[in-house]
């Protein structure tokens, strides 16, 4: 096949795609994929906590963002970064190039990636306690601040570029980001946007039957716009405000309707697994990996590799490990693969780093506390959600809704998250629940202002329209 393929990758974890590890079972049917997506389900007392979390790398000294090579490059920070513990993963294109790490899990786990445009991403482990998801966080943050003290970074918890643009983006050397880049300039405008100039802050949750997923899902997708209004933290562009509170959630709304949105067949009566798997059936695909090579098959359709009729593969049918990897290439504003994950909040500074698994988690954890939030949103209309979907990015919490605004509906779902955090009951060694971390949360609740707000008064006083203060701000 080396005549189709691209770039080889080491025979390691694959950034972003599956573990080579993961099952190669040929997919003979539909059903098979639902039923995969079904072993998902777990007993309560098994369900963990994954955080991820972008952000910005840029020099100290002249406020550029960092290339991949050189002295002061991501690449630099990446080995710097292996003396804690990490292991190289590499892809082979022209040279060797470390694209990512992985840790493994009796030092920790977890696996430290690289975004298009040389955002660095940790994928936490998943875990018990939002206690040791903090843990997490501040560990990784310290090693990556003793790495980039000796080559002059710096690393940045902002939504969206504040300052340099698509000119001056570095591209980091992955072929999925390649077929990626080439791709979406044909499915909407702000795709290249989306992935040299945006960070965001995730959490992936479990759930213990297709029901409670149903029920979750429903919630993440409703509530993903109070959640990026909560952490609208993305106010500026080329240096200027853009009007907007959040651009990276805006960029969303124009990327690739295909694979993108607020998914209105959620909520329709009966969906469930099977339902997810026929939708996702519906997005084109980007790539297919064998033996370490990315092969093109954009456009192509997962339907047809059912039938062994992909034209990128002709006559062979796909793994469960091609299934797992098409899914990653669904960008919903939260999506399903054997937990679920809620993408809907800008990446920030560290406090808001643990708020966010926070806010979800009390949402959804606790099962009382989840069918109240359920009712809360039952009788939204997909017009609504829409609604807000589009207008959150825009006026965050002062978005009018119901005769009132987003910040009443914040009201009432924190004190539902905070609920369900103390329900849930896990304690640190200071006898503190969870619902500690919700602290930032309140604040903005209290005060009717996102991050964003508070950095665009800062623009428009102290900082006198000038951008740069920012880097110092909001640093890690």
């Known amino acids: 096949m080396a005549d189709k393929t691209g770039n080889k990758l080491s025979p390691e974890t694959v950034p972003k795609t599956v573990p080579e590890t993961a099952p190669e ?12 997506m079904a072993g998902g389900c777990k007993p309560q007392a098994a369900w963990r906590i994954g955080t991820e979390h972008e ?34 993963i590499y892809e082979y294109e022209n040279g060797e190039q470390l694209i990512a790490l992985n840790r493994p899990q009796e030092k920790g786990g977890g696996s430290i990636t690289l975004e298009p445009g040389g955002q660095l991403e940790l994928s936490g482990a998943p875990l018990a306690t939002i206690h040791q998801t903090c843990d997490e966080v501040n560990r990784h943050l310290e090693e990556v601040r003793t790495i980039a003290d000796e080559l002059g970074q710096a690393y940045l918890g902002l939504g969206f570029s504040p300052l340099w643009g698509l000119d001056s983006a570095p591209h980091m050397p992955k072929k999925r980001y390649a077929i990626m880049h080439d791709y979406m300039p044909k499915c909407g405008r702000y795709g290249w946007d989306m992935m040299y100039l ?6 992936n949750l479990d759930f213990s039957s297709e029901a409670d997923m149903v029920e979750k899902l429903r919630i993440g997708l409703a509530l993903q716009p109070l959640a990026t209004a909560l952490f609208a933290n993305s106010p500026f562009k080329h240096g200027k405000p853009t009007g907007n509170l959040s651009q990276r959630s805006l960029n969303w709304l124009d990327t690739d309707n295909q694979r993108t949105g607020m998914l209105p067949f959620v909520f329709d009566e009966g969906f469930g697994f099977a339902e997810y798997v026929d939708y996702a059936l519906n997005v084109p695909m980007y790539f297919v990996i064998r033996d370490g090579h990315y092969i093109e ?10 039938n062994g009729e992909l034209p990128a593969l002709p006559g062979e049918k796909p793994t469960i ?17 054997r937990f679920i994950e809620m993408r809907g909040a800008d990446s920030g500074p560290w406090r808001t780093l643990c708020a966010l698994p926070s806010f979800w988690v009390g949402l959804l954890y606790d099962s009382d506390t989840q069918k109240q939030t359920s009712a809360l949103i039952n009788d939204w209309t997909q017009a609504e959600r829409d609604y807000l979907r589009c207008t959150a990015p825009v006026k965050g919490l002062a978005t009018p809704f119901r005769g009132g605004t987003l910040l009443d509906i914040a009201r009432s779902v924190l004190a539902l998250a905070e609920q369900g955090l103390m ?15 919700l602290q930032p949360l309140r604040e903005i609740v209290e005060n009717g202002r996102s991050p964003a ?24």
């Open 25 to 36: 079972t040929v997919v003979e049917n539909v059903a098979q994929l639902a039923e995969w």
């Open 55 to 88: 952000k910005f790398g840029f020099c100290r000294e002249k406020l550029t963002p960092l290339p991949y090579e050189g002295d002061y490059g991501i690449r630099a920070m990446l080995e710097g970064l292996k003396r804690f513990g990490w292991r190289g």
């Open 198 to 203: 945006s960070c965001t802050v995730q959490v």
């Open 297 to 306: 098959a954009l456009g192509q359709s997962f339907r047809d590799f059912l």
């Open 321 to 337: 490990r091609d299934w797992q990897n098409h899914l990653t290439t669904l960008f919903p504003e939260a999506r399903v693969k």
């Open 423 to 437: 329900a849930r009951g896990k304690q640190n060694e200071l006898g503190m629940d969870e619902s500690l971390f």
């Open 453 to 476: 707000e508070i950095l665009l008064e800062k623009y428009h006083n102290e900082w006198g329209s000038d951008i740069s203060p920012i880097f110092e701000e909001m640093a890690f």
